[in-house]
């Protein structure tokens, strides 16, 4: 069904828009004069100001693995962040570690572990899911490199920013 | 079973709804039937029933009696059940006339949470590296049925972990929950009585007997079985989690048996291979062989290019350019100076297509080789070509597949044939020489990988592995069944129908196939037994097509003939598998060395 | 025609071509200041001191730009029209009067005595520009934008040229030196009642005269292609309109047109009705050098206040629809415009100076 909606009657004075047109000079005019004399608050000037000191906790930068007080490696290559990851960034390889290794226990770790921060969303899925509190999302977010190997995170690049994280719980103990 | 007239059918109560099964049927399939699923762990149907895990509990009841002999019955007029005071399994119990069964009591629900806890207790909290998590009934009935949350504080039993209990199997023992599948599997299945549970109570474990070791033919089914993440694939072992693996339904080639399958794969490239449920065909198993036969489409030095013999060299060409020079070269010669050699591995779309070819070329020499080895009487065939009676239907010939090789062989010989084409096999399996394979002046070779015949061949085709292509198959009781492609082709490969399809437009026997099923149609048209049918139609369990004993006997100087080829054949293996043991990696398996293909 | 004039004109036209140019790259800077500042936002200041330098980093990137020339466009014409959008803009400028003298030397490149018209004739030109440039780009999207310029064009010289009419019945003169002369003798006509308060008839005077700037200014608008007159080029519905296929110096010089046109216009407005270069108080520069470059300032200082005003009306109003383009420019502004001059020569009739 077609409904016309009628066009609303004007009278001269609205037909002349004048006044109209005045009135909205008159507020783009005060908007610039604020502005002019520093009355308007504007938003934060990044390179010179960084906000860094400020961040809150529940702040999501780049996600990265972490180590616990034990040095070990928290990644057991699960791989379900690579599973969740809504735009793929990650890929995991996994490997067996040795029987000789302080960590034998755990099995399995992770030989490779790339996340693309190219296709990286931040959207802190893999620290949600991952069962081994093992990749958090750190405060880095100004990641940058001059090609697209170079915005691929390797784990190394992971274990740098991720560094050690403590209070987590260390399940990989006798009782198990 | 159900619709069978002789056996008695009865009446058996389940969650109130009165439902009839034939006798001898068990409570715990009787409940599945009807759509009531009864957890499980120790029970396996094509196994026998122990009842150890007592997960499957239920409550059962029978009615009660009057004086009179006659079942009492309540104000709603239905019979009084008198229930049985303690909970039962239902995997051990046949149904009886009148049996009452609750699946979904308060008592059940609470003796399945027990049980559960019960079985959580020593089991690792070690999800995240386990390689059943995903498929795990474990996981999947603490959710379903269990508690959320331990009230264990104790330390749990430290058991034996990664012990390799044979040369493919791994075994966690903390993980096991001692439900006995894989010893009743190794005895009922396998014949092979080589496991078993020593030690008592918390402390049992699961172990092979002294001074054995798990490594028959079948023991990567005990994977497949085990319930929990306690008996791993050494070949699959940490290497991709079960929830990225597309899962593809396909047939096992390796034999004649065609056992059907199901292959894993993430991003091109397979992961595994594992058994799918077929009572025509393998029932629930197949052999560690067969499984293990894929590593071959990884090969390093699978043929990638179309390859073209120029000035004694072989060179990289495009796909236009290799097929007009294979049509080019085969033309020159009249038809009774070639001979094609295809194989029993080709689906019957490409057996075919080659029978097309050569009628195109006037070849009358064509001939598949044949391939045997030993039968073990569970699955494993005697004959180790998937589509020997494919090519028995297709070829159309009046002997037996291979026994024209060694008269193919000797007209090489003799000179008589001056062009040879060989599709998915090794000239050498004729019993030809490396230097009379160079002399020739048409050899075109379609592989997926090399061996003496693409090193002396004039045109090579790199072509498909079986799971990379679609097409079907006809196994060694007359068994139509389908292969579904799981992975791309690596390279330049392609579909070996589609070379075949160009090769037979490029040498004059113009027709307009465009897709496999447009094939499969034309071979319903002009071959009997596949009248009727077509590649959907197939469907995943496939259909039995034709009768053994349909088919000609072998007559004694085919025999022969083939049995001489074979001869070859065995001889030429042994001494490369030899030359395969110099050269293998140190502690790689028996069974790796065998899933190798004959090249 | 002496060595002297020769010598002192080329000097002239070197000097004022280097303004034009310069406050075209800083009009742009504003544009964008200005615009930044009505929208409550910073604007470019990473550049130099407060973004100054930016027109540099503009011109260089423009400049280093892929200059790109789509492969079915008429390639002769394609290069020609941003050519001819350019130079209407800056020639008009020559006959207008930017100062008053300067050791003696008229401050303005060409005193000829058909000023306005060649104002006129020579800016019309600027609408060939757009319309080749939309027709040798074959594309649709420049191929509207140059019909709606075309259309435009037409539509509001009319008006235009009826507007002024007014002040040259006033001066009887259409020499723009003239005009300034007679409003440093009578007032200027945005006000005709200044110095002379007590007479009626100028402040009778002044109601035909602010009609007629209301009708020149807004019709100079839609001459420059500017807001809310931009149909040609109008970004959200023509991509751009007729430079949409233009890239690096080509699209430069569109740019660099619609500005001159822009500052042209406001030096021609602030001629006819601001009094030129005069400021009442100033004497002019035969009273010494100081006061003739004090002229130039004022002139200059003029136009920036009516670019501002050019600016300030941009980002305020929305963009016509082309039908209220059409009806606005033949229904109302060409009747007023034309029964003003009636009123102005009743007026004249009847004044007593």
């Known amino acids: 069904m077609t409904i016309t909606v009628p066009r609303p009657k004007l009278n001269w004075r609205e037909r002349l828009y004048l006044p109209a047109i005045a009135s909205g000079l008159a507020i783009t005019l005060k908007h610039f004069k604020n502005m002019l004399f520093g009355r308007t608050k504007v938003t934060m000037q990044y390179p010179e100001q960084k906000w860094d000191s400020h961040l809150p906790d529940y702040y999501r930068g780049a996600p990265a693995l972490v180590r616990d007080s034990g040095g070990r490696v928290r990644c057991v290559a699960c791989q379900l962040c690579e599973f969740i990851c809504p735009p793929r960034a990650i890929k995991i390889i996994p490997g067996e570690i040795p029987p000789s290794d302080r960590f034998a226990k755990v099995e399995k770790f992770p030989q490779e572990f790339d996340i693309d921060m190219i296709r990286c969303i931040y959207c802190g899925m893999c620290e949600e899911v991952c069962p081994e509190q093992a990749i958090f999302l750190r405060k880095d977010y100004a990641i940058t490199g001059f090609t697209r190997a170079d915005m691929v995170h390797h784990k190394e690049k992971l274990l740098e920013i991720g560094g050690v994280m403590h209070g987590v719980v260390l399940k990989w103990n006798e009782k198990k | ?599 | 025609m002496n060595f002297f004039f020769i010598i002192t004109s080329l000097i002239k036209i070197a000097i004022v071509l280097g303004v034009i140019l310069f406050m075209v790259s800083y009009a742009v800077y504003a544009e964008r200041r200005v615009s930044a500042f009505i929208q409550d936002r910073v604007g470019p200041n990473r550049v130099g001191p407060a973004g100054l330098l930016q027109p540099l980093a503009d011109m260089f990137k423009l400049l280093l730009k892929e200059d790109f020339t789509p492969r079915t466009t008429n390639t002769f014409y394609y290069w020609l029209a941003p050519c001819l959008a350019v130079m209407p803009a800056i020639i008009t400028i020559a006959v207008v009067p930017f100062g008053s003298t300067l050791f003696g030397i008229p401050m303005v490149i060409a005193d000829v005595n058909v000023g306005i018209f060649f104002v006129f004739a020579i800016s019309s030109l600027g609408v060939y520009g757009i319309v080749i440039g939309g027709w040798a780009s074959n594309s649709k999207y420049p191929f509207l934008g140059g019909i709606r310029s075309s259309a435009q064009m037409l539509s509001y010289e009319l008006s235009l040229g009826l507007a002024v009419i007014p002040v040259f019945l006033l001066v009887g003169s259409l020499r723009l030196t003239s005009v300034v002369q007679y409003q440093i003798e009578h007032g200027w006509f945005i006000a005709p009642f200044i110095g002379d308060w007590m007479n009626p008839w100028k402040w009778l005077l002044t109601i035909p005269m602010i009609i007629s700037f209301l009708v020149f200014m807004i019709a100079i608008f839609a001459e420059t292609n500017r807001l809310p007159f931009d149909l040609p080029e109008a970004e959200q519905e023509l991509a751009g309109g007729y430079n949409t296929e233009y890239s690096s110096m080509k699209f430069a010089l569109y740019f660099l047109g619609e500005y001159a046109a822009m500052i042209t216009g406001a030096a021609v407005v602030v001629t006819l009705f601001f009094g030129g270069w005069h400021f009442p108080g100033i004497p002019d520069g035969s009273h010494g050098w100081i006061f003739g470059l004090i002229n130039i300032a004022v002139f200059l200082a003029k136009v920036a206040v009516v670019i501002f005003l050019f600016m300030w009306v941009r980002w305020t109003l929305p963009r016509f629809r082309w039908d209220q383009l059409m009806r606005l420019g033949w229904l109302f502004f060409f009747e007023i415009a034309l029964v003003n001059i009636f009123l102005v020569a009743g007026i004249l009739a009847y004044m007593t100076p």
């Open chain 2, 1 to 599: 079973m159900p619709n069978e007239p002789a056996v008695p059918l009865l009446n058996v109560q389940i969650d109130g709804v009165w439902h009839q099964f034939p006798k001898g049927t068990r409570v715990i399939e009787a409940c599945e039937q009807v759509g009531i699923f009864v957890p499980r762990y120790c029970y396996h149907k094509k196994l026998s029933s122990p009842g150890n895990c007592r997960m499957c509990l239920i409550e059962m009841g029978f009615p009660r009696l009057g004086p009179d002999r006659k079942p009492e019955l309540g104000a709603d007029g239905k019979p009084i059940i008198n229930w049985m005071p303690r909970p039962q399994i239902c995997c051990a119990q046949d149904v009886a006339e009148g049996m009452a069964v609750r699946t979904d009591s308060p008592l059940v629900k609470e003796c399945q949470r027990g049980v559960l806890e019960f079985l959580l207790i020593n089991h690792p909290l070690d999800c995240p590296i386990c390689d059943q998590a995903g498929e795990c009934p474990l996981q999947e009935f603490s959710v379903d049925y269990g508690n959320s949350q331990s009230r264990f504080l104790e330390n749990k039993v430290k058991k034996p972990k990664a012990v390799q209990l044979g040369p493919r199997v791994t075994l966690d023992d903390e993980r096991c929950i001692l439900c006995s599948r894989c010893i009743r599997f190794c005895q009922e299945i396998a014949h092979d009585d080589v496991l078993g549970f020593v030690d008592r109570g918390s402390h049992t474990v699961l172990t092979a007997h002294p001074g054995r070791s798990l490594d028959n033919n079948y023991s990567l089914n005990t994977v497949d079985i085990c319930p929990v993440g306690a008996l791993t694939s050494t070949d699959f072992r940490f290497k991709m989690r079960v929830w990225f693996l597309k899962e593809t339904k396909s047939i096992c080639t390796s034999c004649a048996t065609g056992c059907n399958t199901v292959i894993g794969t993430r991003e091109d490239v397979i992961y595994r291979q594992t058994p799918r449920e077929n009572d025509h065909v393998n029932s629930s198993w197949m052999c560690d062989f067969g499984r293990l036969n894929y590593k071959y489409l990884e090969a390093p030095d699978r043929l990638l290019e179309p390859q073209i013999r120029s000035e004694g060299r072989l060179v990289p060409a495009d796909w236009p350019t290799a097929i007009g020079q294979a049509a080019l070269q085969l033309k020159q010669f009249a038809g009774s100076e070639i001979a094609i050699v295809a194989s029993g591995r080709m689906t019957n779309e490409e057996l075919w297509l080659t029978t097309q070819l050569a009628n195109s070329l006037g070849v009358k020499r064509i001939d598949i080789v044949p391939r045997r080895g030993k039968a073990d009487h569970i699955l494993l065939s005697k004959d180790r070509n998937p589509n020997t009676n494919g090519a028995r239907l297709i070829l159309g010939s009046s002997s037996a597949p291979g026994a024209k090789l060694l008269s193919i062989a000797s007209a090489v010989r003799s000179g008589a044939i001056k062009a040879l084409v060989i599709l998915k096999e090794n000239a050498m399996h004729l019993g030809l020489s490396v230097e009379e394979l160079g002399q020739m002046p048409a050899l075109i070779v379609m592989n997926t990988l090399p061996n003496e015949a693409t090193q002396n061949a004039t045109v090579v085709l790199p072509a498909c592995g079986f799971a990379e292509k679609r097409g079907s198959m006809v196994n060694g009781k007359g068994r139509l069944q389908r292969l579904n492609r799981a992975v791309r082709p690596p390279g330049n490969a392609r579909d070996d129908w589609e070379i075949l399809r160009d090769l037979l437009q490029a040498t004059g026997g113009g027709n307009s196939l465009h897709s496999i099923e447009e094939v499969f149609r034309r071979i319903s048209e002009t071959v009997p037994q596949f009248g009727g049918l077509s590649l959907s139609k197939i469907g995943d369990a496939g259909v039995h097509i034709l009768q053994i004993e349909e088919l000609p006997p072998t007559q004694p100087q085919d025999q022969k003939a083939i049995e001489e080829a074979i001869e070859i054949q065995t001889r030429r293996r042994a001494v490369h598998e030899q030359v395969h043991e110099a050269r293998a990696r140190v502690g790689a398996s028996s069974i790796e060395r065998e899933a190798a293909p004959p090249r």
